[in-house]
């Protein structure tokens, strides 16, 4: 009977989650004309699509270690606080804010504040004679999108590690300084190697929710599809992509193994933290 209440969550996880994902990547194995084929998984060795995945790899690598590293150091300051306080509260609620908000609002307050006439640039312009865009609008190509995914990956972390920080027992602390250990030692010889398994799933999911980003980019970047998502996007919106028909499915094939290897391996790495949160 306990199951009967998680078919609400089951009938929207088949029809918005995996009927579209099934739909998408067979769309890859058909051409135009609705004929089975191979061939269209030949846009996985093209050059241009090989440089999207990478580019794409890169910029969730960067913005997962960053956001990762920023968040538990935020995690950090936070633990000393009362869990019921105001503080630990407002962070919380701000963070659960700030890790959803993306897409073109993301998009456009960076555009506001630090675009070719955003207020801060021109700000630093006046005053400084400090000129952001000297070497080009880097803002709306590949690095433009660093800080608004690393905007919302602090946050995230946050969310996800905060919980992992909190479930240090005082016993341990207590039994280090019983034993002659420093406040270093306990960091670096308990709390490190028993945070060590979550700290890695955070990350692994950070890269995940990066690497599967689409509105931000698709708002920011201008020209061109740097990353998968936008190529997607390029291929949806063409009759044809590098000469062949229904490369879009090809390409979401390709995420689907990706993110299926990383959300794996967090599987993996998040069992062996859960020993510690007995």
Known sequence: MAAVGL???AAYVLLFLAVPTVLAVAEGFFTHEGAFTFANLGALTDPVILRSFAASGAVSAMTAVVGAVVGALLCYALIGFPPQGMIRTVVDAVSGVLAQFG?????FA???TIGLQGLITLQLKSVLHLDLFAGGPWIYDLPGLLLPYVYFQVPLMVITFLPAMTSLKPEWYEANTTLGGTRGRFWTRVAAPVLAPSFFA???LLFANAFSSYATAAALVSQGAPIVPLQIRSALTSETVLGRENVAGVLALGMVVVMAVVM????LVQR???RWRA
């Open 202 to 204: 955070c990350l692994l």
């Open 7 to 9: 078919l609400p969550f």
């Open 272 to 274: 062996r933290a859960q």
């Open 264 to 267: 794996g391996l967090y599987v």
């Open 103 to 107: 897409g073109v609002m993301l998009a």
């Open 110 to 112: 960076f555009i506001a």
